[in-house]
């Protein structure tokens, strides 16, 4: 049973049941009382669904049976006899496994005794099962009640409740599986997102920390912040910070990171909040990175958007979808501060959280940008993940003799001995350039 109010995707994770089940040689009926088939099948084609061609090849029956309200008399015994006999000639003309019913209130349009309601309803499941299907009914969420006429949700074995709520002008869908029974299942709330290709769910937990921890060391992409990394750069798949104020460069050097990445042969996928991938490869082209060669061979893939645009899950979502479809080695998040328009910092956090969680499973090595404000150099990021972090380097900023300087230093990477300098370096036409004065010391950690 799905349920959930106007505009919450019910249809759409309905329909999505049928045709991923044809995708795995279950063929399906779908039998709607609400929408054509004209108008179904037109309203999913920008899901990526094309039912004309299913229904084409005999692999769904798609039936609509009209009910009007105003044609409705109560008036004797009530009894879903025809419907088994339109849904039975169905199931059998395409040897269906998969049956979707949307939605089931039209089938009670206008009547009101809740003994028969119940009677029947509980006939039509057990017929269901009669005939081996698996069946997806949805209905519409009642007042104070998940269905309604509040009794659908008790003789079904499974219940999902959809939602679509506002908050702060941002609209976000959720999914809650209310029950399931014979199966655990989680009982929060997951964010989903209806898109291109149909719709993706979000677990809101975070991923168990067994992940495995590489020992291969990718370049930063600047041969000076290497050597101050032991002289071989990050692990790969690690979680990397670059703060500090504005104009210190730190858009520049994740771009030298990209570049790198891009050299070796690998995927990139970079994500930003501020810029578009037209502007940011232009201003990277003045300090000499041309970044737009890697975009035309598919290595690098841009996502541009503001924060304000979708929620937090919803970003979280659409981050999700664009690294299973690149496949990359490397992604940037530029800059992290920018998603606090779309959620407070205790939220921010928990959303980066699980994207660090996420791309470590997968070794995916991860940069993130964050603006400092002032003369902050150890003081903890505006949203505080530099403790998700395994190496955090800052950029820091200062006006000497009517001059600015740049520093950089890196004040933590685990697993690794690093220089304890704040290393100067300039941002010249032919990229960031370091320049240190001595080989340093390096720092051992022990974590």
């Given at each position: 049973?799905?349920?959930?109010?106007?505009?919450?995707?019910?249809?759409?994770?309905?329909?999505?049941f049928?045709?991923?089940?044809?995708?795995?040689?279950?063929?399906?009926?779908?039998?709607?009382?609400e929408?054509?088939?004209?108008?179904?099948?037109?309203?999913?084609?920008?899901?990526?669904?094309?039912?004309?061609e299913?229904?084409?090849?005999?692999?769904i029956?798609?039936?609509?049976?009209?009910?009007?309200?105003?044609?409705?008399?109560?008036?004797?015994?009530?009894?879903l006899?025809?419907?088994f006999?339109?849904?039975?000639?169905?199931?059998?003309?395409?040897?269906?496994?998969?049956?979707?019913?949307?939605?089931?209130?039209?089938?009670?349009?206008?009547?009101?005794?809740?003994?028969i309601?119940?009677?029947?309803?509980?006939?039509?499941?057990?017929?269901?099962?009669?005939?081996g299907?698996?069946?997806?009914?949805?209905?519409?969420?009642?007042?104070?009640?998940?269905?309604?006429?509040?009794l659908?949700?008790?003789?079904?074995?499974?219940?999902?409740?959809?939602?679509?709520?506002?908050?702060?002008?941002?609209?976000?869908?959720?999914?809650?599986?209310?029950?399931?029974?014979?199966?655990?299942?989680?009982?929060?709330?997951?964010?989903?997102l209806i898109?291109?290709?149909?719709?993706?769910?979000?677990?809101?937990?975070?991923?168990?920390?067994?992940?495995?921890?590489?020992?291969?060391?990718?370049?930063?992409?600047?041969?000076?912040?290497?050597?101050?990394?032991?002289?071989?750069?990050?692990?790969?798949?690690s979680?990397?910070?670059?703060?500090g104020?504005?104009?210190?460069?730190?858009?520049?050097?994740?771009?030298?990171?990209?570049?790198?990445?891009?050299?070796?042969?690998?995927?990139?996928v970079h994500?930003?909040?501020?810029?578009?991938?037209?502007?940011?490869?232009?201003?990277?082209r003045?300090?000499?990175?041309?970044?737009?060669?890697?975009?035309?061979?598919?290595?690098?893939?841009?996502?541009?958007?503001?924060?304000?645009?979708?929620?937090?899950?919803?970003?979280?979502?659409?981050?999700?979808?664009?690294?299973?479809?690149?496949?990359?080695?490397?992604?940037?998040?530029?800059?992290?501060?920018?998603?606090?328009?779309?959620?407070?910092a205790?939220?921010?956090?928990?959303?980066?959280?699980?994207?660090?969680d996420?791309?470590?499973?997968?070794?995916?090595?991860?940069l993130?940008?964050?603006?400092?404000?002032?003369?902050?150099?150890?003081?903890?990021?505006?949203?505080?993940?530099?403790?998700?972090?395994?190496?955090?380097?800052?950029?820091?900023?200062?006006?000497?003799?009517?001059?600015?300087?740049?520093?950089?230093?890196?004040?933590?990477?685990?697993?690794?001995?690093h220089?304890?300098?704040?290393?100067?370096?300039?941002i010249?036409?032919?990229?960031?350039?370091?320049?240190?004065r001595?080989?340093?010391?390096?720092?051992?950690?022990?974590?």
């Amino acid at each position: 049973m799905i349920c959930g109010a106007a505009g919450s995707g019910k249809t759409v994770l309905a329909t999505e049941f049928l045709v991923r089940g044809v995708e795995l040689g279950e063929r399906g009926v779908f039998m709607t009382f609400e929408e054509s088939v004209e108008d179904l099948t037109s309203d999913v084609a920008s899901l990526g669904f094309d039912l004309a061609e299913l229904i084409a090849e005999k692999k769904i029956v798609i039936d609509y049976v009209r009910v009007n309200r105003h044609e409705i008399e109560e008036t004797g015994e009530y009894d879903l006899e025809g419907l088994f006999i339109r849904l039975d000639h169905a199931i059998k003309s395409v040897k269906a496994k998969r049956v979707v019913l949307d939605t089931i209130e039209a089938l009670f349009a206008g009547f009101s005794n809740l003994g028969i309601l119940r009677v029947e309803l509980a006939r039509l499941f057990r017929w269901l099962k009669d005939r081996g299907v698996t069946a997806v009914i949805t209905g519409e969420r009642g007042q104070g009640t998940l269905t309604r006429h509040g009794l659908e949700e008790y003789v079904s074995d499974a219940v999902i409740e959809l939602d679509n709520r506002v908050n702060d002008q941002v609209s976000t869908r959720r999914l809650r599986i209310v029950k399931y029974r014979g199966s655990s299942h989680g009982a929060n709330e997951y964010p989903f997102l209806i898109g291109r290709n149909g719709l993706s769910v979000l677990p809101i937990t975070s991923l168990a920390l067994q992940h495995e921890a590489p020992l291969e060391r990718v370049s930063t992409g600047l041969e000076g912040l290497d050597a101050m990394l032991a002289g071989s750069g990050f692990y790969r798949g690690s979680s990397v910070l670059v703060s500090g104020p504005a104009g210190t460069g730190k858009s520049s050097l994740a771009a030298h990171f990209v570049d790198a990445a891009c050299r070796r042969g690998e995927r990139c996928v970079h994500f930003l909040f501020e810029e578009s991938p037209s502007q940011y490869m232009r201003n990277m082209r003045s300090i000499g990175i041309h970044l737009d060669r890697w975009l035309k061979d598919g290595r690098l893939h841009f996502r541009a958007a503001r924060p304000a645009l979708l929620g937090l899950e919803q970003h979280l979502v659409a981050m999700y979808r664009e690294i299973e479809e690149a496949k990359p080695a490397v992604v940037v998040v530029d800059p992290i501060n920018n998603l606090t328009s779309a959620g407070i910092a205790d939220a921010v956090k928990a959303t980066l959280l699980r994207l660090v969680d996420y791309l470590k499973t997968r070794h995916i090595t991860a940069l993130f940008t964050s603006l400092t404000g002032g003369d902050a150099h150890e003081q903890t990021t505006d949203i505080g993940i530099s403790s998700l972090m395994d190496t955090w380097i800052l950029l820091r900023a200062s006006e000497k003799q009517g001059q600015r300087h740049r520093g950089i230093y890196v004040l933590k990477s685990r697993g690794m001995p690093h220089s304890n300098e704040l290393c100067p370096y300039r941002i010249t036409d032919q990229g960031i350039q370091l320049a240190r004065r001595s080989p340093g010391p390096l720092k051992r950690r022990t974590r």
